[in-house]
């Protein structure tokens, strides 16, 4: 009865699952800078214990076109604290959580944290 009160009858949603390759050593950031030299390159940077990290993970993860021509990594910043730094040196972006890096070139060509992450429409920029 309450199911079909409040709408509860719907067929569960099916889980997307991304092509996340787990960043976890420092030495991946040689490889990533260099394979975004023929590949654009993507590091979404997801504290574990932020509740606004997780729900802008989860909406990155709704909105993510799986047709992209793009590598994309998952960094653990609170387990791999070490490789976030690094990050921040390496292509020069101020630390923020959560935050996605679009490499190209060696470079960073943007960066967006928080809410703006899905703001951006990552086509334009593969």
């Known amino acids: 009865?309450?199911?079909?009160l409040f709408g509860n009858n719907k067929t569960p949603k099916e889980e997307k699952v991304l092509p996340w390759q787990n960043l976890t050593s420092i030495e991946q950031l040689d490889e990533i800078e260099l394979s975004s030299k023929g590949k654009t390159q993507l590091i979404f940077k997801h504290s574990t214990r932020c509740g606004i990290s997780r729900m802008v993970l989860n909406q990155f993860t709704e909105a993510?076109?799986?047709?992209?021509?793009a590598d994309l990594y998952y960094l653990d910043l609170l387990n791999y604290r070490d490789v976030s730094n690094e990050v921040g040196y390496k292509f020069q972006v101020m630390h923020q959580s959560p935050q996605l890096l679009i490499i190209k070139n060696g470079v960073v060509v943007i960066h967006a944290s928080h809410g703006a992450i899905n703001d951006l429409d990552l086509s334009t920029f593969i």
């Open 1 to 4: 009865m309450f199911g079909k």
């Open 64 to 69: 993510y076109d799986l047709d992209l021509n």
